[in-house]
């Protein structure tokens, strides 16, 4: 029988009393564990988090709760290789896309352990100056933020089972906040395994961390009032998780991330042989391939020029040509396979409704797959679809295949790119390419309204620059409208979510004695 | 036929096409004035608001801006004694009460119109500093906040029609996002002679201020991604806003003011000869009576220690038992009337709910009305209950009946103390009173994480603390659990809800270009 990971719960391993579901290996096919969360004690965990942990919590100081996060990334980084292993097993993915979710996560964990130092040794936060009330400075109103005295319940998505835990983890605990993570079903097993890890070192207070994996039945039901609950997945779960009746009722605090058809955007004025155009044939390729397109972030659509069309098309499929599909333990392999068989019929789903309005720019499925199966590996080769009806080619700017697919859409003058742009109702990131620096400044406070990042691609950077779809914690993640509205990461920005802000008014000498580290 | 008020929408004055709804005044009962909504081009309307409004407001900077506000305020101070005579006949209330909603909302605007000049000319806001995002400074991030591209549209409650609606719509004016309002319909008059006098000034550009009195049906429907919706109102209705399918489809973002039980809470160590127990006294009185307990902010629960609820129940008694109760209009009165003849059924139905549970340690029902006729006149005069049974009286710590009513409570200890207070499930406000600066500055810390605002009033404080239930515009407005969630006001923490918050990644030039005036 496969092996059932257990859940942490209530500060205990429990496992779940169903027969559970088999987490596969997306390349070979075989079975790998198995998850259940079948009549687990939802209520009496959720308690144990909400008193034992977050009271632990809540006693440390930013600075020791920093320390924590310290910790948790020297146990990471001791047990990298098994993490490593397990998502090449379990996702699919080569070393360098497994990359981006493990030491994603702990860059990022990192990053909030500086932060947590350089907070100190404050029992709240300050929001701002005191300002006075009246004539006189007697009576004054200091806001302040202080934890929420609840949990956060983490409902994750499967292309990222460890940067997607403590990309979030990582401020709810700086916060003073308990977590209980529900990873995807599909991936669970690296998020349970490192959940372990970080359990089994002792390092946080019982209650703390816990996990749940697989189904999510129960859950929000669950949640009470100064509970937050912070969703990464599809837009239709995204609805059922805003609208459920008891986060309705007890205005449960919700953070969601949900579709995004991200663009890329090659401003007017360029040429062919400009950098400007082989910067966004690089990134574009690049954000196809990466994780064969499965992130939120991934380019989907590119837009440039009318005259550029071909040239981009052109530039682009060349570069998508050289990769090199096929089992990730291989080491020509540059880009694996995606997370299941599900994926997979969900991805060649997309791209038929897709080409019923474009054209196939480079076809992905004349990519031979290199010691994988087609009939079994969940491999799908880079496919980057044209249009010549920017206007009229709806599903172009509405759907997003989360996959290696992405559709070239020209554009007549910068107003027409920056409507078609928008017609994506909301999106994560849009990266610009160009060499005029007031175009470039114009173009991203123009797309900063509908976009949570707009990264902006000039040959200066073409080095420095971090990537249209890597998330840094020192920037904002999230996006407006479709993309879900939420706001994650951006540095302390983040605290907000597991914090309640609040104003006290009174005189000068209370307000001292509130604050004395401030 | 009693006059029909028009609708402002889409740039024109539009009246409803079916018979309407009447208002009247809640102490002669005679019939004031009609409003209907019935067949207006919601649709048509709202995207005049989008496109026209909007792209006119966001034209300007945050300067201009401001003066538009202030510009408003002349406009109200010239109509202000045609408000007190509508405010007067429409929602009994005498001068004083009067004016908590019409100066209120003056100074409001007054105070976000100080705030555009203080912000000058800059095209956006700058969020922070630029952080560098490599190992040089050749590539860095710098969050901004500009202004969403949608419309606000406020549902309003019927206590406060101008300060209300002007406490909303400042913010969002000086953001640049154009407002549609939906006032309640029982004082409907009041925000629609306002919006009446502004756009007759010609102060707005056209879209910029639209009102739609009567039925909020098909508002929700209207609403677009980048819109945002404010509602302050019953629980109810708030979840009903929050699960709507439009709402939720689209990511829409929503602010509630819900229902709040709030406590006013004398700490221990205080006697019945103290400052502490007076000013406690006064405040839970004035609160109880001031617009007849009909603010969301008002005191409903009264925290004292044991051995001084004989103590407390008698000094508030002794001020209730002053409060002349009834027509506004005559010079003695110092309490008017509800707002309807719904609301007085709401009240009563409220405190026989409560009475089940507690005894009347002040009876309303003994004050005469003056110069009202008890079966017309919708007056209630001010009662106080109380429990000895703190924590078995669930009601006590679940009901808020909106009226002059409240319910005074023992506690054993602070421990107790504060564990009642959480009983409110999240509330507006919370009042401390005492003369122990450090226990004060503790228990406010304490109760932060449950509260919006937490007013300590001291006895050093006496004369300048700014009252419990009234809602400052430096300070947050709102709280967490069933006080809905939101946050309103606090200074320019407001323009946030009418910001999109987005970071953009790039070489420092572009950055410079970006913010000039940073």
Same mark, same amino acid.
């Given at each position: 029988m496969i092996e059932l990971l257990p859940n942490h719960l209530g500060g205990q391993w429990t496992t779940?009393?169903?027969?559970?579901?088999?987490?596969?290996?997306?390349?070979?096919?075989?079975?790998?564990? %198995?998850?259940?969360?079948?009549?687990?004690?939802?209520?009496?965990?959720?308690?144990?988090?909400?008193? !034992?942990?977050?009271? *632990?919590?809540?006693?440390?100081?930013?600075?020791?709760?920093?320390?924590?996060?310290? *910790?948790?990334?020297k146990v990471l980084q001791a047990h990298r290789d098994a993490y490593y292993e397990i998502a090449c097993r379990n996702s699919g993915t080569v070393r360098n896309d497994s990359a981006i979710d493990i030491d994603g996560a702990i860059?990022?964990?990192?990053?909030?352990?500086?932060?947590?130092?350089?907070?100190?040794? %404050?029992?709240?936060?300050?929001?701002?100056?005191?300002?006075?009330?009246?004539?006189?400075?007697?009576?004054?109103a200091q806001h302040i933020q202080v934890p929420t005295r609840g949990l956060a319940l983490f409902i994750n998505a499967f292309n990222f089972p460890s940067w997607g835990l403590w990309e979030k983890a990582a401020p709810a605990l700086l916060s003073g906040v308990p977590v209980v993570v529900k990873p995807a079903t599909a991936t669970a097993w690296l998020a349970q395994r490192m959940v372990k890890d970080v359990v089994d070192a002792g390092i946080l207070p019982a209650g703390a961390l816990s996990i749940v994996c697989g189904s999510a039945e129960g859950?929000?039901?669950?949640?009470?009032?100064?509970?937050?609950?912070?969703?990464?997945?599809s837009a239709?779960?995204?609805?059922?998780?805003?609208?459920?009746?008891?986060?309705?009722?007890?205005?449960?605090?919700?953070?969601?991330? +949900?579709?995004?058809?991200n663009a890329a955007l090659l401003l007017?004025?360029?040429?062919?042989?400009?950098? *400007?155009?082989?910067?966004?044939?690089?990134?574009?390729?690049?954000?196809?391939?990466?994780?064969?397109?499965?992130k939120c972030t991934a380019i989907r659509r590119v837009l440039v020029p009318e005259g550029l069309y071909d040239a981009a098309a052109g530039a682009i499929r060349a570069r998508l040509a050289k990769v090199v599909v096929g089992n990730p333990r291989h080491d020509s392999v540059?880009?694996?396979?995606?997370?299941?068989?599900?994926?997979?019929? +969900?991805?060649?789903?997309?791209?038929?409704?897709?080409?019923?309005?474009?054209?196939?720019?480079?076809?992905?499925?004349?990519?031979?797959?290199?010691?994988?199966?087609?009939?079994? +590996?969940?491999?799908?080769?880079?496919?980057?679809?044209?249009?010549?009806?920017?206007?009229?080619?709806?599903?172009v700017h509405d759907t997003e295949v989360f996959g290696p697919v992405a559709?070239?859409?020209?554009?007549?003058?910068?107003?027409? !790119?920056?409507?078609?742009?928008?017609?994506?109702?909301?999106?994560?990131?849009?990266?610009?390419?160009?060499?005029?620096?007031?175009?470039?400044?114009? +173009?991203?406070?123009?797309?900063?309204?509908?976009?949570?990042?707009?990264?902006?691609?000039?040959?200066?950077v073409a080095a420095s620059q971090t990537g249209h779809g890597n998330v840094m914690p020192q920037s904002l993640h999230g996006g407006p409208g479709r993309a879900g509205g939420g706001e994650e990461l951006g540095g302390l920005r983040a605290l907000n979510f597991y914090h309640r802000r609040a104003v006290v008014q009174a005189a000068p000498a209370i307000l001292a004695a509130l604050t004395p580290a401030a």
């Open positions: 779940g009393g169903g027969p559970g579901s088999v987490l596969r290996d997306p390349v070979l096919g075989t079975a790998l564990v %198995r998850v259940d969360a079948s009549g687990l004690d939802l209520a009496g965990g959720f308690a144990f988090a909400r008193h !034992a942990g977050a009271g *632990a919590l809540r006693a440390l100081t930013y600075r020791q709760r920093g320390e924590l996060l310290a *910790a948790i990334v860059y990022t964990l990192s990053t909030y352990a500086k932060l947590g130092a350089g907070l100190g040794e %404050r029992p709240l936060l300050v929001d701002g100056d005191a300002v006075r009330l009246g004539k006189d400075e007697s009576f004054q859950l929000l039901e669950a949640l009470q009032p100064f509970d937050v609950v912070s969703f990464t997945g239709a779960t995204a609805e059922r998780i805003r609208a459920h009746s008891n986060v309705v009722r007890q205005s449960i605090r919700v953070n969601i991330e +949900a579709d995004s058809v007017p004025g360029e040429t062919a042989g400009d950098a *400007a155009l082989d910067l966004l044939a690089k990134e574009v390729a690049r954000e196809m391939t990466v994780k064969s397109g499965q540059r880009m694996g396979s995606l997370v299941s068989e599900t994926q997979r019929a +969900a991805v060649r789903d997309g791209m038929a409704y897709l080409q019923a309005q474009a054209h196939v720019l480079h076809d992905g499925s004349r990519h031979e797959l290199v010691d994988a199966d087609p009939a079994v +590996a969940c491999c799908v080769g880079p496919t980057l679809f044209g249009t010549r009806d920017p206007d009229g080619a709806d599903r559709t070239l859409v020209p554009y007549r003058d910068m107003a027409h !790119a920056l409507a078609l742009a928008r017609r994506g109702q909301g999106s994560l990131v849009a990266s610009l390419y160009g060499s005029d620096t007031r175009a470039l400044a114009a +173009a991203a406070a123009e797309l900063a309204d509908s976009h949570g990042r707009v990264h902006v691609i000039s040959p200066d």
